[in-house]
T-cell receptor, first 111, second 115 residues
Framework: GEDVEQSLFLSVREGDSSVINCTYTDSSSTYLYWYKQEPGAGLQLLTYIFSNMDMKQDQRLTVLLNKKDKHLSLRIADTQTGDSAIYFCAERGDSSYKLIFGSGTRLLVRP | EPEVTQTPSHQVTQMGQEVILRCVPISNHLYFYWYRQILGQKVEFLVSFYNNEISEKSEIFDDQFSVERPDGSNFTLKIRSTKLEDSAMYFC?????????????FGPGTRLLVL
């Protein structure tokens, strides 16, 4: 079945770049998303990319998609302490509205 | 900025009791969803709802679950007879467009604890 995998934890120093990786199995994935969850809060949509794109940039965020390897990454430039949160990768196929989520990557930004 | 809201933020109930979780989606959105996240596990899709009917549901969404849009603003999830394993964070989401460019916006969640 469909599956999305992420590494569980990433620690970076403030000001460095963070790269969070995600792999997925569904070759029909058409839409891929990154959500951020801060403690006690809901899932905040950060950015998304469609499968016909390789890259999308949005201010400090860069999403890279390697469709051949089914690999998605989120790069956060100049990481700040406020970026500390759990980041979820999610995918959706063309024939369904349900999002399939990864386990989330906990990003810790050290001062 | 418009947002999805959910009430209550926390609910504690006894096993076998009925609970209703409430959501107010973003006002011009037409598609509505429920997801849940059991502690330590992935966020899982439960159900999607469009045009006053269920458009898709997962295996989790059995006869104990139901959804309703009782008026123009609320979207509810009812669990008829709660089980211990229903303890989870329940997220409501909504989106404005189907298909291309469909992005789901999530509420803050309701943490349900079944004792």
């Amino acid at each position: 079945g469909e599956d999305v995998e992420q590494s569980l934890f990433l620690s970076v120093r403030e000001g460095d770049s963070s790269v969070i990786n995600c792999t997925y199995t569904d070759s029909s994935s058409t839409y891929l998303y990154w959500y951020k969850q801060e403690p006690g809060a809901g899932l905040q949509l950060l950015t998304y990319i469609f499968s016909n794109m390789d890259m999308k940039q949005d201010q400090r965020l860069t999403v890279l998609l390697n469709k051949k390897d089914k690999h998605l990454s989120l790069r956060i430039a100049d990481t700040q302490t406020g970026d500390s949160a759990i980041y979820f990768c999610a995918e959706r196929g063309d024939s369904s509205y349900k999002l399939i989520f990864g386990s989330g990557t906990r990003l810790l930004v050290r001062p | 900025e418009p947002e999805v809201t959910q009430t209550p933020s926390h609910q504690v109930t006894q096993m076998g009791q009925e609970v209703i979780l409430r959501c107010v989606p973003i006002s011009n959105h037409l598609y509505f969803y429920w997801y849940r996240q059991i502690l330590g596990q992935k966020v899982e899709f439960l159900v999607s709802f469009y045009n006053n009917e269920i458009s898709e549901k997962s295996e989790i969404f059995d006869d104990q679950f139901s959804v309703e849009r009782p008026d123009g603003s609320n979207f509810t999830l009812k669990i008829r007879s709660t089980k211990l394993e229903d303890s989870a964070m329940y997220f409501c989401a909504s989106s404005d467009l189907g298909g291309f460019r469909e992005t789901q916006y999530f509420g803050p969640g309701t943490r349900l604890l079944v004792l």
